[in-house]
């Protein structure tokens, strides 16, 4: 960012952590809004419904973007495209797989069982809803509201206030549950905002969290943190105990689920603290808040 000796006191308090974490959240608030009525509008057409949702993401890029060079005055680093194939497949790749982990061990422990395969059409539905979650959702919470917090307050606490929040707004969700929203923000906001810090960009984490809804909805029929559940390729039946299952808010509500992504989020922070990637605040910091 500009000098703030030279900078224009306008221009100072757009660059504030509060006005910016204001402005662009919103922004990317409303755009994940619209994103999500048209995917209900357009919910019995998954082709279009994933167009738009494209269209949507595009969109939610640009802004954030723009934003980031026009306000913070620097380019928009996180979304570099350096790398960006490695570390997003990397991600589709950590989510698929540990979601088919949990699956794996909860067959054998007889709670989960195949009966079936649908048609392959039955995998189109849910594309639309991981282009949008995984997006929206790394740009807002940790494109916004975990880099901005960072910056201003340090790693540690950006770490517990993002996640909080993550975990917490899916209580908005139909059958949201303050245990499913405590485990989200626990075992998800660790992980995904620990992606972002080793990494120091967003990539990691929108491919996990992509993969990980898209495996949860459209392969296995899982229900995706408290909404409503729809059938994916497997024909499943999940019994057990709401503490393995879930329950109504879906496997991340799970001990399974949660023991497996928290563990992966632990390793993940422990990588980025080794290379030095922990920002602390501004007060320990010599001149003061950027």
């Not at 797989?97 to 048609?119: S, W």
């Not at 559940?229 to 808010?249: D, E, R, V, W, Y």
């Not at 390793?267 to 001149?287: D, E, K, N, S, T």
């Amino acid at each position: 960012m500009n000098d703030a000796a030279t900078s224009p006191w306008w221009l100072r308090l757009a660059q504030s952590p509060p006005v910016r974490l204001l402005v662009l959240g919103g922004a990317l608030f409303v755009l994940m809004a619209v994103s999500n009525g048209f995917q209900v509008k357009f919910a019995a057409s998954p082709v279009l419904s994933a167009a738009v949702a494209a269209c949507m993401v595009s969109g939610a890029i640009i802004v954030y973007v723009t934003f980031v060079r026009l306000v913070e005055r620097r380019p928009a680093s996180e979304l570099s495209l350096t790398g960006a194939g490695r570390e997003f497949g990397a991600g589709l790749l950590v989510g698929a797989g540990l979601y088919t982990l949990c699956v794996l061990i909860l067959m054998v422990a007889g709670i989960y069982r195949i009966e079936g395969v649908n048609a392959w059409t039955y995998l189109l539905p849910a594309v639309a809803m991981a282009l949008s979650s995984g997006f929206f959702e790394e740009l807002l919470f940790r494109g916004a509201l975990f880099r901005i917090v960072e910056e201003w307050l340090g790693s540690w606490i950006s770490l517990v206030l993002s996640s909080f929040v993550f975990g917490f707004v899916h209580l908005m969700n139909p059958a949201g549950t303050v245990t499913g929203a405590l485990f989200i923000s626990i075992e998800a906001g660790l992980l995904l905002a620990a992606a972002f810090m080793l990494t120091r960009r967003l990539w990691l984490s929108i491919g996990f969290h992509m993969s990980w809804n898209y495996t949860q909805s459209a392969i296995f029929s899982g229900i995706v943190s408290g909404n409503e559940g729809a059938q994916g390729l497997f024909k499943s039946i999940i019994a057990g105990p709401t503490l393995l299952t879930g329950g109504s808010f879906g496997l991340e509500s799970s001990l399974v689920a949660f023991l497996l992504c928290t563990a992966t989020g632990v390793a993940l922070l422990i990588m980025a603290v080794r290379r030095g990637h922990v920002v602390p605040p501004f007060w320990r910091r010599a001149g003061g808040t950027r």
